[in-house]
């Protein structure tokens, strides 16, 4: 996969790669807000020049999201731009964070977690040549 542009926060960076599809990565020790998720949903728009794409979302063990975070992540603006939403869930701490998260706030795209980062590409893609969106 070919890094082709990213915009770096202090608590995140948004990669754009080819073929197109982005990686959302929540860094360490952060906590992670309504500004701060609206700040990566501009980030990813003008990434993808406003157009819905493929997205995987990384975070650290350590990162905090509020609850207004995980709302606006999963209303139809926080999602506005996403075909699918792919998270990395690499322990069981963050297995029942995304589990809460898609349970409780109820992503109005598809979403899953996964336990590598491969396995979230392969459903990514797998879902954008198979749907219908």
Request: proline share 3%; net charge neutral.
């Amino acid at each position: 996969m070919k890094l082709v542009r990213e915009i770096t926060f202090d608590f995140a960076v948004v990669q754009l790669f080819e073929p197109r599809y982005i990686r959302i990565e929540f860094f360490a020790k952060k906590k992670i807000d309504g500004e701060a998720c609206r700040a990566v949903i501009e980030a990813l728009g003008d990434l993808c020049g406003h157009k819905m794409v493929l997205v995987m979302t990384v975070a650290a063990e350590s990162t905090l999201f509020t609850a207004e975070a995980r709302e606006e992540s999963a209303s139809e603006n926080g999602l506005k731009y996403t075909l699918a939403d792919a998270f990395v869930a690499r322990n069981l701490a963050q297995r029942l964070m995304v589990n809460f998260y898609l349970k409780i706030n109820k992503p109005v795209k598809p979403s899953m977690a996964f336990p590598t980062e491969e396995d979230a590409l392969n459903w990514l893609f797998s879902y954008k040549w198979n749907s219908k969106s």
